[in-house]
C-alpha cells in the first residue's frame, strides 16, 4: 500500500500503491504513517519524498470506503504528523493530486509538479467539504478569494496555474520524483516553520463579507438548494476568522452534517454511476472488456440542422476527419459557415487551433464510399431515413458502420433495409450536439458487439458519457419523458399553472421548470410529433370522446398553445410572455391565464388547489415507475444507467442522484403507495399503474438501488 526505499543514502522514498488512483484507503494511512514514522526515527534519513506509483500522486480518500464506519487511522493526525515533522518531507506530484491527494501534498513542507500534473479540491462535487485540514490550509497558502473559487466549483487546475497561485514551488518536464529527491536533499537543515502551512496567517481581504456574500449568492443561483458548496464558503469564512485549531473544529462539524446528509450519498452514487454506466453487456454475453472497438479515422455526418452541426463539430475536434452532407446547396452552404463558426469559436476557448482542414462539405452521398462510419443526422421521418440508408448501403463500403442520430424511431427497421444490420446501431445525441454530454448508444438485436464497442468508444473519444441502451420507442430517456411532460399537462388541466408546476419543480433542483424548457426547447417539435401519432390534427378520429385518444387520457392544451403560433421562446411566446423572441426572461402570460380558464369551464373541470408535493409526486413518482418499466423490459441494464442518462441529458439535479436514485431515497413503499393512490384517482392514466417490477422491489424489502440488478437479471434483457 506504500513502499519504503532509501535513496541517495538519506532520502525516505515512500510510494503510495493503490492502484488504479492510489486512493487514501485505510491500508495507505496505515501504511503512509508507519513509513513517516520510520523515515522520522531513522538517524541515517535527512529528508523525505512522498510520491504515487504508476505516475499518478493521489486521488483522495477512498470514497467506497465512506459507505462503511471508518477502519484505520483517520487521515487527518497522519496528515499532521507529517506537517509537524523535524525533516523536510516534498510532494512529487505526477498525474493527479486530488481532494485528500492535495491535501497530504499541501501538508508536505515542498510541493514539485510535473507539467501534465492536476490539482484539485472535488470534494464539492461529491456533496462534501475537503475535511483533511484542504478548506484550513489552501486559504492560508493563496488567500480568500483563490481557495474559495476553488474549494466550492472542485475545479481541477493545471500544473502551471497551481504554480502560479503559489502551490507549488516547482513545475517540471522531468521525472518529478527524481527532481523532487534532488529538492528535498537542498532542503535538508532548511528552517521549515514557514513551510508549515497551518502556521501561516489568513491573508484576509478588507471585503471580507462582502466576497463571502458574492459567492453565496453565486453558488445558491447556480446549484439551487444544494448544501455543500454553502458549507464551503463556512468553512472558508472559519479559515479567514478563527485560529487553525479552531478552523479545523469547524470543518470537521460541516463535515459531519454533510456527511450524514442524503446529498452526499446521492454524489457520491452518482461518481460510480457514471463510471458503471460505460460497462454495457449483450444478451450474447459480449460486453465492454471482451469486446474491440474499430478504430474510427473518418466519419460523416448527414444533415446540418443543429443536430448534425453539432456532431461534426464533436468529431472534428477530437481529430477525426469528417464529410458533412447536405440535400440543398443553401442548406450546405449555411451548415458550412454554422460549423465553421462553432469550431472557431471552442478552438478560441479551449486555445488550440480549429482543425477545420479536417472537414468537407459536399451534395452527393457518392463521397462517403471510403469513410469509417457514417452519422445520419436528417429530419426525423422513418420514410426519409429509410431512403438515407437503403442510398448508404450501396455506396459504402460494405464495412462502414452506419449509425442514426434518431431520438426514438425504431433502429432494426433501418437496419433492415440495409446489406449489413449487423453493423447498424443508434447514437442519440442531446442538443446541442458540442454540449450535452450525454450519448444513448442503441443496441438493436442485430447489432454486433463491435458496432457497440465502436459506438460506444467513439462517444467516449468525444467526451460523452455513453449509455446503451435497447431498441424501443423514446429509447430511455424519451420514453421516460412522455409520462412525465403528460402528468405536467394533467396538472393544468385540473387546477395548476405553468409558474406553480415549474416553482414546484424548481425547488425541487432542476435549472428549470418543464414548461420554461419546453419553451426553450420549441414547442413545434413535440406538435408535430403529436400530429404524425395522430393525436392531434385533421386525422384524429372523430369517434375519440373529448380529452381521450387512444383509449386513455389526453390533455389537447399542449396543441392549443401551438395552434395560437407560440412555440416557445424563439417566436416570443409559448407558456410564458417574452419581450421579444429570443428573449429568455419568461413571464406569466395572462392569455395562457385565459385559456386555462376558458379551458376548464368548457370541460365542466374545478378547478383545486394542488400542492407542491402532488406536483412532485406526479411528475416524479410517474417518471421513476417508466423507469421500472424499462428495466423490466430490459431496456436499460440498470438503474445507474437510467439514472447517468438523466443527469446527463435532462439536467435532473445531481443532489437527488437521479430519479430512479431519489425513489430509493424516498421509500419505495411509499412511492408504491402514492402511485396507487393517484393510479386510483385517475385510472384512464395508465402510466400511473405501478409497474410489476417496483411491486416485486417492494415485496422482497425494499433493497438499496445499487442491489435491484439481481431482481432484474431474471427478467428479459435486450442488452
Ligand atoms: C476526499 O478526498 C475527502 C477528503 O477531503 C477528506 C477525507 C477525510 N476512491 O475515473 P476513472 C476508481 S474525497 C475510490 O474511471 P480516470 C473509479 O471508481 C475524494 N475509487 O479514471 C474507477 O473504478 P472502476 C476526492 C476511486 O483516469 C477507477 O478508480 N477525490 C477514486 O478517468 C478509475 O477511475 C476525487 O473526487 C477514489 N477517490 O480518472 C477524485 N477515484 O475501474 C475522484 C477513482 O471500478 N476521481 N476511483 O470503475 C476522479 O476524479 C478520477 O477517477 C481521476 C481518474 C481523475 C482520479
Redesign the pocket.
Known amino acids: 500500500m506504500a513502499r519504503y526505499e532509501l535513496v541517495k543514502r538519506s532520502v525516505a522514498l515512500i510510494t503510495l500503491t493503490n492502484p488504479?488512483?492510489n486512493?487514501?484507503?485505510s491500508p495507505v494511512r496505515h501504511a503512509i504513517a508507519k513509513s513517516m514514522e520510520r523515515a522520522l526515527s531513522d538517524p541515517k534519513v535527512t529528508a523525505v519524498v512522498i510520491c504515487g506509483e504508476n505516475g499518478?500522486f493521489c486521488?483522495?480518500?477512498?470514497?467506497?470506503?465512506?459507505a462503511g464506519p471508518l477502519r484505520g487511522p483517520?487521515?487527518?493526525p497522519v496528515l499532521d504528523a507529517i506537517e509537524a515533522g523535524r525533516k523536510p518531507v516534498v510532494a512529487a506530484i505526477e498525474?493527479?493530486a486530488?481532494?485528500?491527494?492535495?491535501?497530504l501534498a499541501l501538508v508536505c513542507h515542498y510541493r514539485i509538479a510535473h507539467s501534465k500534473a492536476?490539482l484539485?479540491?472535488?470534494?464539492v462535487?461529491?456533496g462534501?467539504?475537503?475535511?483533511?485540514g484542504?478548506s484550513q490550509r489552501l486559504p492560508r497558502l493563496i488567500g480568500i478569494p483563490a481557495a474559495l473559487e476553488l474549494i466550492t466549483t472542485?475545479r481541477?487546475i493545471s500544473a502551471q496555474e497551481a504554480l502560479k497561485l503559489g502551490i507549488v514551488d516547482q513545475v517540471t518536464d522531468q521525472n518529478a520524483c527524481e527532481m523532487a529527491v534532488e529538492f528535498a536533499l537542498k532542503s535538508v537543515g532548511k528552517p521549515l516553520s514557514s513551510r508549515r502551512v497551518s502556521m501561516l496567517t489568513t491573508p484576509c481581504p478588507p471585503d471580507l463579507d462582502a466576497l463571502l456574500e458574492a459567492a453565496t449568492m453565486q453558488v445558491k443561483k447556480k446549484a439551487r438548494g444544494v448544501m455543500a458548496p454553502l458549507a464551503c464558503i463556512q468553512a472558508v469564512r472559519a479559515a479567514a476568522t478563527m485560529p487553525f485549531s479552531k478552523g479545523m473544529k469547524r470543518e470537521s462539524e460541516l463535515?459531519t452534517t454533510l456527511f450524514n446528509s442524503g446529498q452526499a450519498q446521492a454524489f457520491q452514487y452518482c461518481?460510480?454511476a457514471q463510471?458503471?454506466a460505460?460497462?454495457w453487456t449483450l444478451p450474447s454475453g459480449a460486453q465492454w472488456n471482451n469486446s474491440k472497438p474499430r478504430e474510427i479515422r473518418s466519419a460523416a455526418v448527414i444533415g446540418l440542422g443543429t443536430m448534425g452541426r453539432g456532431i461534426v463539430v464533436s468529431l472534428a475536434r477530437v481529430g477525426i476527419s469528417v464529410i458533412a452532407v447536405e440535400s440543398e446547396k443553401k442548406l450546405l452552404e449555411n451548415g458550412r459557415q454554422m460549423v465553421i463558426g462553432m469550431l472557431e469559436r471552442d478552438a478560441k476557448r479551449r486555445g488550440v487551433s480549429a482543425s477545420l482542414n479536417l472537414l468537407k462539405f459536399t451534395l452527393s452521398l457518392q463521397d462517403l464510399k471510403d469513410v469509417d462510419l457514417v452519422i445520419e443526422a436528417v429530419f426525423e421521418d422513418m420514410a426519409l431515413k429509410k431512403r438515407v440508408f437503403q442510398e448508404l448501403s450501396k455506396v459504402c463500403r460494405p464495412t462502414t458502420l452506419l449509425c442514426t442520430n434518431t431520438s426514438g424511431l425504431d433502429v432494426d427497421a433501418l437496419a433492415g433495409v440495409t446489406n449489413r444490420p449487423h453493423l447498424v446501431a443508434g447514437m442519440h445525441f442531446f442538443s446541442p450536439a458540442h454540449v450535452m454530454k450525454l450519448l444513448e448508444v442503441v443496441c438493436g438485436p442485430r447489432s454486433s458487439s463491435e458496432t457497440i464497442a465502436t459506438a460506444m468508444s467513439l462517444g467516449k473519444k468525444m467526451g460523452k458519457v455513453s449509455v446503451a441502451v435497447g431498441n424501443c420507442p423514446g429509447f430511455v430517456g424519451n420514453r421516460m419523458l412522455k409520462p412525465y411532460l403528460d402528468q405536467a399537462t394533467f396538472l393544468l388541466e385540473e387546477g395548476a399553472t405553468p409558474e406553480q408546476i415549474d416553482k414546484a419543480l424548481e425547488d425541487f433542483g432542476f435549472a428549470m421548470g418543464v414548461f420554461r424548457m419546453s419553451d426553450l426547447a420549441g414547442l413545434d417539435v413535440g406538435w408535430r410529433v403529436r400530429k404524425e401519432s395522430g393525436l392531434t390534427g385533421p386525422d384524429v378520429d372523430s369517434k375519440n370522446p373529448p380529452r381521450r385518444r387512444q383509449g386513455h387520457r389526453y390533455c389537447p392544451i399542449p396543441d392549443m398553445v401551438c395552434e395560437q403560433g407560440r412555440f416557445g421562446q424563439k417566436t416570443g411566446r409559448g407558456w410564458y410572455m417574452y419581450d421579444k423572441p429570443g428573449d429568455t426572461n419568461a413571464k406569466p402570460d395572462p392569455l395562457i391565464q385565459n385559456l386555462l380558464e376558458t379551458y376548464r369551464s368548457r370541460y365542466g373541470i374545478q378547478p383545486r388547489n394542488i400542492s407542491d408535493q402532488e406536483i412532485i409526486e406526479r411528475c416524479l413518482f410517474v417518471l421513476a415507475n417508466e423507469g421500472f418499466r424499462i428495466l423490466e423490459d430490459g431496456m436499460a441494464a440498470r438503474p445507474e444507467d437510467i439514472d447517468v442518462i438523466y443527469l446527463f441529458g435532462y439536467a435532473f439535479p445531481r443532489h437527488r442522484g437521479g430519479p430512479m436514485f431519489y425513489v430509493s431515497m424516498v421509500g419505495l413503499e411509499r412511492v408504491l403507495e402514492r402511485l396507487e393512490h393517484y393510479h386510483q384517482a385517475h385510472p384512464d392514466v395508465p402510466h400511473l399503474e405501478p409497474s410489476a417490477l417496483l411491486k416485486k422491489l417492494v415485496a422482497c424489502g425494499s433493497p438499496p438501488v445499487q442491489k435491484w440488478r439481481e431482481y432484474i437479471k431474471t427478467m428479459h434483457s435486450h442488452l
Open positions: 488504479p488512483v486512493a487514501l484507503s499518478r486521488g483522495g480518500a477512498d470514497i467506497r470506503e465512506f483517520p487521515l487527518i498525474g493527479v486530488l481532494g485528500g491527494g492535495f491535501e492536476r484539485g479540491l472535488p470534494e462535487t461529491l462534501i467539504l475537503p475535511a483533511a484542504g472542485g481541477h463535515m461518481f460510480f463510471r458503471t460505460g460497462k
